[in-house]
């Protein structure tokens, strides 16, 4: 279902509040709105009558996809929330959302550099005043703000901390004026660098060797950095990769793995997944796990992601036994 073109950004603004409840509303505006902002609201408030449940349904569900992309956004990056939403959504919907939200963040102050890895930012702010760092991280994510600050001189970080408790409004001209002079501090050596290496180039490069290539690399690599090795191993299979497996090794992984972590790995990921996995259960499991699914209620994504983690290992401690075989490049056919 679609909201109506009719329905303003001012009206959803004012249904969502409605629909939230006076405490809850009055909190967000206090804390979120200019008095300018506060007094258009609560005005197109006064002036509406009954919202059909029907609307009112369509702005909720609005409003909880976009928070749903910025959180994955701020988790991962664009990249990330891309496959997330895809995953809950579908493709057109996750872009559809990915430009609304791209768009309310590039025209928010310091949108553009909210995806900046915390370190290149820290080079450029810790000689700045202050009021000046701690402007900037009060808006920028938690995650993002909380590494600078931490990275910050000992005897500064006190100092900032309670400047961002103390900020009250400032000017658009003097926010404008130094997310400008950041950008150009950024943009000199944004243009400059290329990001050329990275785990990600190595999982992509250790899924095109052999199996003895690959098992020799990690070995050396768990010598020299286990946590490096770690994070390469859990990446070079991942959960909804379980498709690419034959039937009887998913029947073989299904029969190590615990059903909770089974219905969670399967509410966070997609229907071929789902279908993959239901299809090499007997009748009677595919549907208790279908009903534990239907009445575990909300599951928080950490919870999804360690789930299928646990999977994920134990499909590859099968393959490292020689039960199961994950198919690699380089390899010889395997002949049945």
């Given at each position: 279902m679609c909201a109506s073109p009719n329905i303003t950004g001012l009206q959803k603004a004012a249904i969502l509040l409605i629909a939230l409840g006076s405490d809850l509303s009055a909190n967000i505006l206090k804390n979120h709105f200019h008095d300018d902002d506060m007094e258009k609201i609560t005005q197109q408030i006064s002036i509406m009558n009954r919202i059909p449940s029907d609307v009112q349904s369509?702005?909720?569900?609005?409003?909880?996809?976009?928070?749903q992309a910025r959180s994955y956004l701020a988790t991962g990056g664009p990249d990330y929330a891309k496959e997330m939403l895809e995953k809950a959504v579908g493709k057109d919907r996750a872009t559809t959302i990915l430009d609304k939200v791209s768009s309310t963040i590039k025209s928010k102050p310091f949108g553009n550099i909210r995806n900046t890895d915390p370190r290149n930012l820290l080079n450029f702010i810790k000689g700045e005043h202050p009021q000046t760092i701690a402007l900037i991280l009060t808006y920028l994510g938690p995650e993002q703000a909380s590494m600078v600050l931490s990275s910050l001189a000992p005897e500064t970080q006190a100092d900032i901390a309670k400047r961002i408790a103390t900020i009250?409004?400032?000017?658009?001209?003097?926010?404008?004026?130094?997310?400008?002079?950041?950008?150009?501090?950024?943009?000199?050596?944004?243009?400059?660098?290329?990001?050329?290496?990275?785990i990600k180039p190595l999982v992509e490069i250790l899924n095109k060797v052999d199996r003895s290539t690959e098992r020799t690399i990690l070995e050396e690599l768990e010598v020299m950095d286990p946590d490096l090795a770690e994070n390469v191993r859990n990446m070079l299979f991942v959960?909804?990769?379980?498709?690419?497996?034959?039937?009887?090794?998913?029947?073989?992984?299904?029969?190590?793995?615990?059903?909770?972590?089974?219905?969670?790995?399967?509410?966070?990921?997609?229907?071929?997944?789902?279908?993959?996995?239901?299809?090499?259960?007997?009748?009677?499991?595919?549907?208790m796990l279908s009903d534990e699914i239907k009445y575990m209620g909300p599951v928080r994504l950490r919870d999804v992601e360690e789930s299928q983690q646990r999977i994920v290992q134990i499909i590859r401690q099968l393959d490292e036994s020689g039960e199961i075989i994950i198919a690699r490049g380089g390899e010889d056919a395997i002949l049945t």
């Open positions: 369509v702005v909720i569900d609005e409003f909880s996809q976009l928070a009250d409004r400032v000017s658009p001209e003097v926010l404008k004026n130094v997310e400008d002079v950041l950008e150009r501090k950024l943009s000199m050596v944004s243009t400059h660098e290329e990001h050329s290496g990275g959960f909804e990769d379980i498709v690419r497996l034959p039937d009887a090794s998913i029947q073989r992984v299904l029969r190590e793995v615990d059903s909770k972590d089974l219905a969670k790995a399967i509410k966070g990921s997609n229907e071929e997944v789902a279908e993959t996995i239901y299809r090499n259960m007997s009748k009677r499991a595919s549907d």
